[in-house]
DNA sequence: TATGTCCCGGGATAACTATA
DNA sequence: TATAGTTATCCCGGGACATA
């Protein structure tokens, strides 16, 4: 006898509309749970004041990057939703009018059940098949029905923007089937439908063999697995949101950033150092410096000075700091530098070291620096999923002497593929007989291979300014040490941390809205984006914003290699 | 002679550093 | 998301040395 689809003490979806209960939890607000309590419960305050029309608790703002992979996970959606051309959207179908307000809004509880009534008709697929268990709804990408004999099965996939498995998708599946099965769906499997590695776009708008689908014996194993800590973790959520007061318990650290960035990153943060942020901290405050070390994998090196009962990092003797590198330096001795730096509250330069390095490139030198965009669906033919296309360059000459000799741009904001035009453009603008710097050369390198090899005529050339990329930041980071850059936020040497402290007077925090190369290919997306787009529903994108963009761009880049410029002035 | 301990170097690997 | 390069760490074998 076939399992009856919904169970008895589920609600039944025919009143759906009156009785059942608003969840309190999605499948999100739980990721975010398991990823922080604390990230859930501000989640919360967020949603309640939203809803008050109050002011938010904590602001939430997510990077430039994460919003380009919402962007990216939208394409695909949409993507795989055409694989299957008899699915029915419940989501779009969930969206009524407000009968007072006139207002359009989702109606989960219709969602759900409308759900119901598709699984009841068998046939066809359904996309965001809406489920409700107790307080937790999920919405299920695709559920595919499949009859083995005369009864049928569901298969539940999940569509990712991602070319590898990974645990969240998991999790993110047994919370959805579990969920899915608690009020009575039968699954025969689960499924992940995921990125071909590799896939190259031969005709526009053709995305067959852009996705494929993940359902071995593996999957269903671990997603099984993974289903067994739902009670628990459904327990631990209804506690948190129980709450009155915000969990501070659960400080900044790793989960903040991982597996997602949370967007209560800075209110975090904020509350937990106070007025002393590092900023403004100056010798009037001797706050301790805390143990950190470059390229010191999980902390460890860090780890034995603070079991040792060490809690500032400029108290630490240097023989103690030499010692936890084998007795002598680290690698390029980066760390001895730091200590140092950090010790004496002083720039460690080693000038002559610096010299010599410089000595041997080819003067002029000319400063190369790429803004590419990806596509997780490649939207120009010849392009492959994930490769990254450069729309604009920045090109700094600097004569040996220091002085800037010249500086050349290009940006293709048109919307078309803008390699061609581009490569044209680089090897006009290239000299051959200079050394070609880059910050952290292997990415303009591998750019610059991609153009060789799409671009037979011109690879004689773009293999040649290939041979001539050398590499910048190897250099500062073998004779370059500032405090700050100690205790930046970003990366040790990132070129936004070293710049602040080569030259003051140029400022990344100066430019406009593109700051940084996420934020340079959401600009890009705008700039290049067909005549008539929108930005929001109903907000097409201006002349204006389009002129923006390309300004802000065009600054960004410059300042990119100008930034070069400067440092290799301050190391001479 | 057999066995155990320590250190060192080399190779593989995982994790981290950059870039967009 | 991806890639390329770098580096810490693990593992292993070999040599030096001590011990049974």
Same mark, same amino acid.
């Given at each position: 006898?076939?399992?009856?689809?919904?169970?008895?003490?589920?609600?039944?979806?025919?009143?759906?509309?009156?009785?059942?209960?608003?969840?309190?939890?999605?499948?999100?607000?739980?990721?975010?749970?398991?990823?922080?309590?604390?990230?859930?419960?501000?989640?919360? @305050?967020?949603?309640?004041?939203?809803?008050?029309?109050?002011?938010?608790?904590?602001?939430?703002?997510?990077?430039?990057?994460?919003?380009?992979?919402?962007?990216?996970? +939208?394409?695909?959606?949409?993507?795989?939703?055409?694989?299957?051309?008899?699915?029915?959207?419940?989501?779009?179908?969930?969206?009524?009018?407000?009968?007072?307000?006139? @207002?359009?809004?989702?109606?989960?509880?219709?969602?759900?059940?409308?759900?119901?009534?598709?699984?009841?008709?068998?046939?066809?697929?359904?996309?965001?098949?809406?489920?409700?268990?107790?307080?937790?709804?999920?919405?299920?990408? %695709?559920?595919?029905?499949?009859?083995?004999?005369?009864?049928?099965?569901?298969?539940?996939?999940?569509?990712?923007?991602?070319?590898?498995?990974?645990?969240? +998708?998991?999790?993110?599946?047994?919370?959805?089937?579990?969920?899915?099965?608690?009020?009575?769906?039968?699954?025969?499997?689960?499924?992940?439908?995921?990125?071909?590695?590799?896939?190259?776009?031969?005709?526009?708008?053709?995305?067959?063999?852009?996705?494929?689908? +993940?359902?071995?014996?593996?999957?269903?194993?671990?997603?099984?697995?993974?289903? @067994?800590?739902?009670?628990?973790?459904?327990?631990?959520?209804?506690?948190?949101?129980?709450?009155?007061?915000?969990?501070?318990?659960?400080?900044?650290?790793?989960?903040?950033?991982?597996?997602?960035?949370?967007?209560?990153?800075?209110?975090?943060?904020?509350?937990?150092?106070?007025?002393?942020?590092?900023?403004?901290?100056?010798?009037?405050?001797?706050?301790?410096?805390?143990?950190?070390?470059?390229?010191?994998?999980?902390?460890?090196?860090?780890?034995?000075?603070?079991?040792?009962?060490?809690?500032?990092?400029?108290?630490?003797?240097?023989?103690?700091?030499?010692?936890?590198?084998?007795?002598?330096?680290?690698?390029?001795?980066?760390? &001895?530098?730091?200590?140092?730096? %950090?010790?004496?509250?002083?720039?460690?330069?080693?000038?002559?070291?610096?010299?010599?390095?410089? &000595?041997?490139?080819?003067?002029?030198?000319?400063?190369?620096?790429?803004?590419?965009?990806?596509?997780?669906?490649?939207?120009?033919?010849?392009?492959?999923?994930?490769?990254?296309?450069?729309?604009?360059?920045?090109?700094?000459?600097?004569?040996?002497?220091?002085?800037?000799?010249?500086?050349?741009?290009?940006?293709?904001?048109?919307?078309?593929?803008?390699?061609?035009?581009?490569?044209?453009?680089? %090897?006009?603008?290239?000299?051959?007989?200079?050394?070609?710097?880059?910050?952290?050369?292997?990415?303009?390198?591998?750019?610059?291979?991609?153009?060789?090899?799409?671009?037979?005529?011109?690879?004689?050339?773009?293999?040649?300014? +290939?041979?001539?990329?050398?590499?910048?930041?190897?250099?500062?980071?073998?004779?370059?040490?500032?405090?700050?850059?100690?205790?930046?936020?970003?990366?040790?040497?990132?070129?936004?941390? %070293?710049?602040?402290?080569?030259?003051?007077?140029?400022?990344?925090?100066?430019?406009?809205?593109?700051?940084?190369?996420?934020?340079?290919?959401?600009?890009?997306?705008?700039?290049?984006?067909?005549?008539?787009?929108?930005?929001?529903?109903? &907000?097409?994108?201006?002349?204006?914003?389009? @002129?923006?963009?390309?300004?802000?761009?065009?600054?960004?880049?410059?300042?990119?290699?100008?930034?070069?410029?400067?440092?290799?002035?301050?190391?001479?």
């Amino acid at each position: 006898m076939a399992q009856q689809l919904w169970r008895a003490d589920s609600q039944h979806p025919q009143d759906a509309g009156r009785r059942m209960t608003t969840p309190h939890l999605s499948k999100s607000l739980l990721n975010n749970y398991r990823q922080c309590p604390r990230r859930l419960w501000l989640e919360m @305050q967020d949603r309640a004041a939203r809803k008050k029309g109050l002011a938010p608790v904590a602001q939430a703002v997510y990077s430039a990057d994460t919003t380009k992979r919402f962007l990216d996970g +939208h394409v695909i959606g949409r993507i795989a939703q055409a694989c299957w051309s008899e699915g029915v959207d419940i989501e779009k179908a969930s969206w009524i009018t407000d009968e007072d307000t006139g @207002q359009r809004q989702r109606d989960l509880n219709y969602a759900t059940h409308l759900t119901y009534q598709w699984m009841q008709d068998q046939r066809r697929p359904l996309f965001e098949a809406t489920f409700q268990h107790q307080n937790l709804l999920v919405m299920a990408d %695709v559920m595919v029905p499949r009859r083995h004999g005369h009864r049928v099965y569901w298969q539940m996939i999940e569509v990712k923007s991602s070319t590898t498995p990974k645990d969240y +998708h998991i999790t993110d599946l047994a919370t959805q089937a579990w969920v899915a099965e608690q009020s009575g769906v039968d699954l025969d499997s689960v499924a992940l439908l995921l990125v071909n590695k590799g896939f190259e776009l031969h005709t526009a708008g053709d995305y067959t063999g852009l996705l494929g689908l +993940h359902d071995d014996p593996d999957l269903q194993a671990q997603v099984r697995q993974a289903q @067994q800590q739902m009670p628990t973790t459904l327990r631990g959520a209804a506690q948190t949101l129980a709450l009155r007061q915000e969990p501070r318990k659960h400080q900044p650290g790793d989960q903040c950033t991982s597996p997602f960035e949370c967007p209560y990153i800075g209110h975090c943060t904020e509350k937990t150092t106070g007025q002393t942020t590092g900023k403004t901290a100056k010798q009037t405050t001797p706050q301790p410096v805390p143990i950190r070390f470059y390229n010191d994998r999980g902390g460890a090196k860090a780890q034995t000075l603070i079991d040792a009962g060490h809690t500032d990092l400029r108290q630490v003797p240097p023989a103690t700091i030499a010692r936890l590198w084998n007795g002598s330096t680290d690698t390029h001795g980066v760390n &001895q530098r730091l200590a140092q730096a %950090v010790r004496t509250g002083r720039v460690v330069m080693d000038r002559a070291g610096a010299q010599a390095a410089l &000595q041997t490139l080819s003067w002029p030198v000319q400063h190369l620096d790429f803004e590419t965009i990806s596509f997780i669906a490649p939207v120009w033919p010849g392009t492959q999923s994930g490769q990254h296309i450069p729309f604009q360059y920045s090109l700094h000459r600097q004569a040996q002497s220091g002085q800037v000799l010249g500086h050349a741009e290009f940006l293709d904001t048109t919307g078309q593929d803008p390699r061609r035009a581009l490569a044209e453009q680089l %090897v006009k603008d290239i000299d051959p007989r200079c050394t070609v710097l880059a910050w952290n050369d292997s990415f303009e390198r591998a750019v610059i291979r991609d153009l060789a090899e799409q671009f037979a005529e011109l690879r004689k050339p773009l293999m040649r300014i +290939h041979d001539q990329v050398q590499d910048l930041l190897p250099i500062v980071r073998r004779h370059y040490f500032h405090p700050n850059m100690a205790q930046a936020e970003g990366s040790t040497f990132s070129i936004k941390t %070293v710049l602040p402290c080569m030259a003051a007077h140029l400022q990344y925090s100066q430019l406009g809205t593109v700051q940084n190369g996420g934020e340079a290919q959401l600009a890009y997306l705008l700039a290049a984006a067909p005549p008539g787009a929108e930005k929001e529903p109903g &907000q097409t994108i201006t002349p204006a914003e389009r @002129q923006q963009a390309r300004k802000d761009l065009l600054a960004y880049c410059g300042l990119d290699t100008e930034a070069m410029v400067e440092i290799v002035k301050s190391l001479k």
